[in-house]
């Protein structure tokens, strides 16, 4: 219940805020610039968005792993309650809930992409019930348990990740610097 006040306060008052949170979700609303302690120690600082994709730290692994992508109110779809937000990568499509805060064109946005809705192929889908497909590029593969396998990816500059499984990955022949087709599912908005 706190949170819309911190955000409100960030945004009216436009100065920093040092907030510490052990809450994935509160980072991601939050903060734009992240210190990773562990144990006392700084671990890793910069963008949020940055460490969020980093698969190097804790905060890429498990059900929680995602992206975060920072765009702009395109265009409102009201018919079909979406909003269309433009990024560095290209736009995306995403669910505008009734009952949500009215979004207008020009609006800043943060979204928060889980990993898990985001699936691969090599060429561009067409048939396909999902709406947002984005060229990307493979950055990185980390193992994710004994089945699956994160992917590190780039959308026009912006960090992106992909769980797949282990399978997946080997048919694909996913490696670092092969073009891929991001297909997201699923993308929420952070409000």
Known sequence: ELLPYFERLQCELAIPMLYVTH???????????????????VHARGPVAELMTRLDLALTRGDAASALVDGVVDTVDDPYHLLHVRFAGGVVQCIHAPGSPARHPGERLRLRVQARDVSLTLTPATDTSILNVLPARVQALADD???????????GGVPLLARVTRKSAQLLALAPGLPVFAQIKGVAVLD
């Open 145 to 155: 348990g004994p089945a699956q396998m994160l992917v590190a990816l780039e959308a």
């Open 23 to 41: 809450s994935l979700d509160e980072l991601a609303r939050l903060a734009d610039e992240v210190l990773l302690l562990e144990a006392g120690c």
